[in-house]
């Protein structure tokens, strides 16, 4: 009887072991703690109250996110996802920022790449392939881990974007032409919905030329740059944001930017937001204070978290 005794003993000693180490968290860095996510994790609803690209003018109520690809540092939510835009809509105040690319047979997609294998688990070039094998991939995120979310096609994140009064700013990859993204935009009454993003001011005339009453943002990252957009005036003022690139500009260009009433874009993706990860929300708050209307991030909740603690 002793012997069984102890054995049924041992035995449930190392069932209780392995229960308890199923049941364990798993252990992440503090660093990426705030950016990892649950995907069955209800959202907040986080009222914004920008329903209109067009009310994107100086002086905004509050500070923007633009989130970089929605997020490009989120595990479970990989960038250029629907189910990203979703879950972040509920989180931050602001904008979606998406890469529009087309597949061999013209299907307009959401991917940053050329190619597939970074963020799906397909090969190849995208405008290689048709696009009803690439949207059946699925999508990795930044940790390289692969989820169940599929390629969005542009036409569905237009659709939504409508249906939740969300604005998107819409890079196009050189492989896409104009027309086919403006023409997907208007088909879809989305005009209030998306800025288009130019990167120069023959790219700026090209857009406006197509859809003069769309917004763009525009590229204007210092005082010799202001004076090139002023003496072409396109678009005018009143359909511009100004983006004022990833390094930082003096205030002085900002308060010339806002007295013509244009909101203004900085880009903390990249070494500013590795900086906000030592030095905490200050970084951002700094940003703020020198006239910085819209920060466009790779780290999306972090930067509304440190909106909210300034407006408090």
Same mark, same amino acid.
């Given at each position: ?15 209780? &072991?392995? *229960?308890?180490? %199923?049941?364990? !968290? ?32 100086? @002086? ?90 599929? *390629?969005?096609?542009? $036409? !569905? ?18 492989? *896409?032409?104009?027309? $086919?993204?403006?023409? =997907?935009? %208007? ?22 030329? &197509? ?23 396109? @678009?005018? =003022? ?11 500009? @003096? ?21 500013? $937001? ?28 972090? *930067? ?9």
């Amino acid at each position: 009887m002793n012997v069984i005794f102890k054995y049924t003993l041992g035995l449930l000693s190392l069932v209780f &072991l392995l *229960v308890s180490c %199923r049941l364990e !968290a798993p252990k992440t860095t503090q660093e990426e703690a705030s950016e990892v996510v649950n995907p069955t994790e209800k959202t907040n609803n986080k009222k914004d109250g920008i329903t209109s690209v067009y009310q994107l003018k100086h @002086p905004l109520r509050t500070t923007l996110v633009s989130g970089h690809r929605g997020a490009k540092t989120l595990v479970n939510y990989p960038e250029n996802c629907l189910e990203t835009f979703e879950y972040l809509s509920g989180k931050m105040t602001g904008i979606y920022e998406c890469d529009v690319a087309a597949t061999k047979d013209g299907i307009l997609v959401l991917m940053h790449d050329d190619a597939l294998d970074r963020t799906t688990n397909g090969f190849g070039r995208v405008d290689q392939m048709k696009s009803s094998k690439v949207l059946d991939l699925q999508l990795k995120d930044y940790k390289g881990n692969l989820t169940d979310y599929k *390629v969005p096609t542009f $036409d !569905a994140t237009l659709a939504w974007a409508k249906q939740n009064n969300a604005i998107l700013s819409v890079d196009i990859k050189r492989s *896409v032409r104009y027309e $086919d993204v403006i023409e =997907a935009i %208007r088909k879809a009454g989305a005009e209030e919905n998306c800025m288009l993003i130019s990167y120069s001011l023959n790219q700026s005339r090209k857009l406006y030329k &197509l859809a003069p009453e769309m917004m763009q943002s525009v590229s204007i990252r210092n005082e010799e740059e202001l004076r090139r957009w002023e003496a072409a005036n396109v @678009p005018p =003022a009143d359909k511009v944001i100004a983006f004022t690139g990833t390094r930082q500009s @003096p205030k002085s260009l900002y308060d010339a930017l806002h007295d013509r009433g244009i909101a203004c874009i900085f880009g903390t993706l990249g070494n500013i $937001d590795r900086q906000a990860k030592k030095r905490g929300e200050r970084v951002y708050h700094e940003l703020i204070d020198k006239g910085v209307d819209i920060i466009a991030t790779d780290r999306p909740i972090a *930067v509304q978290e440190a909106i909210d603690s300034y407006n408090k």
